[in-house]
């Protein structure tokens, strides 16, 4: 089994998502740039994905549109700002509500070793507020979850 | 502050090495300034600039009695912090999952034949 994703904070204005893959770069690129790979695999299971639109080259545009089971609608669009296949794809994104306050920059690294291949996610936002306004997002509360991991955060802070 | 805005306080005082330190030592019982400074080889202002940004990112808080004013770890913002990063770690947890099933059926050779062997076999026979 691929390791489990990893997400960290560096800084205070990216994210970083690094998880690993069970399969050649290559594919992973292709499960990333087109479409009709992109939408099997984007976003929660029981969300349909109406809009799904990549233009796939350097200032070429991209839009999605997710919709909840109760019809609760998320989009998001951009362009393209650096395409090196296999290995990085660079994009902006804005969402439709802005609840970011504005764009972020997302970078896609990939990486393959012994037939495994990671993949590394940073996503840039403008300013430290909003990764904030960010988190306080419907993206936050629209993505169900109520787990309490701070026991396991303690825990990780304490290793270090 | 907003919501939001305290995510942030939480986020930028958790970003720097030697607060995460100060958060962990806090962990095993509230101290003083002086206390936190020592094992940290830094100054006691330099703890004190420290912990004013942990202080209003809720982090920690001092008490007011006495001249010890010992400080003490507050669990709710990192609480906060850590669960949108939970949801966060969610959503991609899910799409790579599903990510995963998809690769796998990519790798499949869906058109070659299901035992080639034994079918070769049986067109030979």
């Known amino acids: 089994m691929p390791k489990p994703l990893t997400i960290t904070t560096p800084g205070d204005r990216q994210i970083v998502i690094v ?3 069970e399969a050649p770069r290559d594919l992973v690129f292709l499960c990333y740039s087109k479409p ?56 902006t994104e804005t969402y439709d509500d802005n609840w970011t306050g504005g764009q972020t920059t997302n970078s896609v690294a990939f990486t393959e070793k012994d037939s495994v291949t990671t993949s590394t996610t940073t996503v840039t936002y403008a300013t430290a507020e909003m990764r904030a306004a960010a988190a306080a997002s419907p993206m936050a509360t629209g993505m169900e ?16 | 502050m907003t919501p939001s805005e305290q995510l942030d306080a939480t986020f930028i005082a958790l970003a720097d090495p030697t607060r995460r330190a100060i958060l962990v030592r806090l962990m095993t019982g509230e101290a003083s300034v002086n206390e936190l ?17 942990l202080e209003r990112a809720g982090l920690v808080s001092r008490s ?10 507050e669990a ?25 099933a998809l690769l796998e059926i990519l790798q499949t050779p869906v058109n070659a034949p299901e035992k080639p062997k034994k079918q070769r076999t049986d067109d030979n026979a």
């Open chain 1, 145 to 160: 979850i109520g787990f309490k991991r701070l026991d396991a955060t303690l825990a990780e802070l304490q290793a270090k």
């Open chain 2, 37 to 53: 400074a020592e094992p940290f080889a830094i100054s006691q202002p330099a703890v004190s600039k420290h912990l004013k940004i």
């Open chain 2, 76 to 100: 709710a913002p990192m609480k906060d912090a850590v669960d949108w990063l939970e949801k966060y770690r969610k959503f991609w947890e899910i799409s790579y999952q599903r990510l995963d």
């Open chain 2, 64 to 73: 007011a009695d006495g001249t010890r004013r010992p400080v003490k770890i």
């Open chain 1, 36 to 91: 009709e790979l992109l939408r099997l695999w984007y976003g929660m299971p029981d969300w349909t994905m109406p809009i799904c639109e990549i233009d796939f080259r350097v200032g070429g545009k991209w839009r999605f549109l997710t919709r909840s089971p109760d019809g609760f609608e998320m989009g998001s669009k951009g362009i393209y700002t650096l395409i090196d296949r296999p290995m990085q794809i660079d994009q």
């Open chain 1, 19 to 21: 998880r690993a893959f």
